[in-house]
Structures are given as structure tokens and as C-alpha cells.
């Protein structure tokens, strides 16, 4: 294994960050056995943007073919119709008993959860019905409980809207679920954080980031400081730059989403209608859908996505993250180049419209 360096902080990591790196040839990868599915959790801010939902298809669709395991989802807004929907769109894909839990945080964001949710088939039932006796607990109890059970070191978090739901879980306490702290289940179970949030710009040639105040650091910059400064194991970052330049097909949009991914294109006419003038084709960026395939696909040969070299990431009180190298940090962000970017989009459209 080598390792890379670019000029300055145009890092390309190729090599081991141990412990991490469990086969050769791999990014950060989280598994103790090739081809085992990664055991995730996805915290998001589901029912505003609407890729909050593709990178919930897209988890699926990876757990469909054993890649992945979905542990819990965990939603940062408190609208019981988000919880609603997260639970409808998992038994919609035959998973109907994975733990929801509800946040705190910021809203309310309904742009499309509700509408899906009282849609109707021919006979007049619901399209996607919420499976019965459903009732979401809190997102900290859910962590709290799914972290307990989990083995040591087992868990990747992938968090696709504010740090609410990390920060509040950080400052809990035993408790009958687990008499570790919020700290230390951390420490002790989670093996990666993958963060859609900041903005990074290490590469000088993608002019217009720098500085930008990206929308789930801002919605709640004191719970974003707080990630960045104590949680005690690894985080990546994909930052606003690289979500931005990958792009939903509007093509693949308009022909391919049927059966399983019936519920995306209903979802997405929602939001469009709502949110563009173009309808379906609006080509949406893919912010949220990166850290998921980088966790559950982390080989270097797949020519997805290089790292930077380790570092800390630093946010100021209006919002605008620095990623700082540091030999010793805990904080890596995704780097991207023109010809992964074109992977990464095919393979996006591929994995998320499943027949």
C-alpha cells in the first residue's frame, strides 16, 4: 500500500487508516470480512429535499443485494409524518420492522411524506401503507437501543441532514437501555461516521464552494461543533461540492422507476411539483446519496471516491467548515475526480431504480 499526497491539501489517500482498512486496496473499509454486509443506521432530515429519500432507496436497493444491513433510521425533524413515511417506505421494500426514531430538530419540512402517504391503489387502500401498530420512539432511545445490542465496533452511522440526533445522543446518560453513556457507546460501537454536510474546497479547480454555508451545518451549527469536536471515532465528509456535481438523470427519472422504486417516482413528483418548475426534469444533485455508496462500497477499485488525508474539520459560528490536516485527526473529506464523478452518477442511476 502507498500513500499519495497532491500538492498541498490535494491529498488522495490510497493506503490503510488503520484500524479501519480491512482489505487491501480499500477506502476506509468497515468490515472485518470481505463482502459481509455493513451494518448502517441513516439519520436524516427526510421530507424536505428530496434526496433524503433516494439515499433511503438506495440503501435498500444495496440491503436487497446483501451488501448492506439497515439497522435503524433515526429522522431529525419531529413531524410524526416523516417517522410515518420512513416506516411505509421500509415495508414498501419488505422491511417493515426497522426501528424509526424521531428527533428534535429543525423544522417542520413536509414536501412530499404526506402526499405519498395518502395515496390510494384502485381498490382505494393505501399505496403505501404504514405498517400496523407502527408508533416511532425517540431518535436517542433509538441509537441508544440499537448501539446497545450491536457488537463492539460494528456500526456506520450515515447522517444526511443536521447533528441534532448525534449531538443529543453525545450528551446522553445511562440508562435501562445501556449503562454507558451516549460517549462511550459511541467510542465503543460505532465504527465510522459518514457525513453529508460543509463545504470543502480542496481541489482549486472546483471554483464557487468556498465559504459556502451548506444547510445541515447551518440548520444547527452548535449540534455540527459538537460532532466535529467530541465525537471520539473516525468521520468522512462528503461535502456540498461533491453532491453538487453528480446529478439525478432525467431520462432514468422518467423510465425506470417502477415495482420497487414506484415510491421514489411518486415521491419525487411531489416534491418537484412543489419545489421546480421542471418537474421530472429537474436534475437533482445527489448530496445525500454519496456517503451511503462510499460506506457500503469502499473499494479503491471501483473508482468511486479519494479521500484527503486525515485532518480535523473546524466550523465557525456562521456555518462554514475548513477540513485542516493533521496527522493525528479523525476527520477525512471526499475528494472526487471528473472521471469517478461519471461512475458514480451511473452507478447511482443503476442501483436506485430497481425494476
Not at 115 to 139: H, M, S
Not at 210 to 218: D, F, P, T
Not at 262 to 282: K, M
Request: charged share 25%.
Amino acid at each position: 500500500m502507498t500513500l499519495k499526497l497532491l500538492n498541498s491539501l490535494l491529498a488522495v489517500v490510497v493506503s490503510s487508516c488503520a484500524p479501519l482498512l480491512a482489505a487491501d486496496g480499500d477506502l476506509l473499509d468497515v468490515r472485518d470480512v470481505q463482502d459481509a454486509p455493513v451494518k448502517l443506521i441513516f439519520d436524516t432530515d427526510i421530507g424536505g429535499d428530496i434526496d433524503d429519500a433516494f439515499a433511503l432507496g438506495l440503501i435498500h436497493a444495496l440491503a436487497n443485494r446483501g451488501e448492506c444491513e439497515l439497522l435503524a433510521v433515526t429522522t431529525t425533524t419531529p413531524l410524526p409524518s416523516a417517522a410515518s413515511y420512513v416506516a411505509a417506505f421500509n415495508r414498501h421494500f419488505r422491511r417493515p420492522d426497522i426501528p424509526v426514531g424521531i428527533g428534535t430538530g429543525f423544522g417542520p419540512l413536509d414536501c412530499y411524506p404526506s402526499d405519498v402517504l395518502v395515496l390510494t391503489d384502485d381498490a382505494g387502500r393505501p399505496r403505501y401503507p404504514v405498517p400496523d401498530g407502527f408508533v416511532a420512539k425517540t431518535a436517542v432511545a433509538t441509537l441508544r437501543q440499537v448501539l446497545a445490542d450491536a457488537e463492539d465496533r460494528s456500526v456506520v452511522i450515515v447522517q444526511v441532514g443536521e447533528s441534532s440526533n448525534l449531538a443529543a445522543l453525545l450528551d446522553s446518560t445511562a440508562d435501562d437501555i445501556s449503562p454507558l453513556s451516549g460517549i462511550e457507546l459511541a467510542r465503543r460501537k460505532v465504527r465510522l461516521v459518514a457525513v453529508m454536510g460543509g463545504a470543502f474546497t480542496l481541489d482549486p479547480s472546483a471554483a464557487g464552494y468556498e465559504g459556502r454555508r451548506e444547510s445541515n451545518i447551518i440548520c444547527s451549527v452548535p449540534a455540527a461543533q459538537k460532532l466535529v469536536r467530541e465525537w471520539p471515532g473516525e468521520i468522512v465528509f462528503s461535502g456540498y461540492e461533491i453532491g453538487d456535481r453528480i446529478r439525478m438523470n432525467p431520462v432514468n427519472l422518467k423510465r425506470d422507476y417502477r415495482g420497487k422504486s414506484r415510491i421514489l417516482y411518486d415521491s419525487f413528483a411531489f416534491w418537484t411539483a412543489r419545489c421546480t418548475t421542471e418537474g421530472f426534469d429537474h436534475r437533482r444533485p445527489t448530496w445525500d446519496l454519496t456517503p451511503v455508496l462510499f460506506v457500503v462500497r469502499p473499494e479503491e477499485g471501483r473508482g468511486y471516491f479519494t479521500l484527503s488525508e486525515p485532518g480535523d474539520v473546524e466550523i465557525d459560528d456562521d456555518g462554514v467548515t475548513r477540513f485542516v490536516p493533521n496527522p493525528e485527526g479523525k476527520r477525512r473529506c471526499f475528494l472526487q475526480t471528473e472521471e469517478e464523478r461519471i461512475r458514480v452518477g451511473e452507478a447511482l442511476a443503476d442501483l436506485c431504480s430497481e425494476p
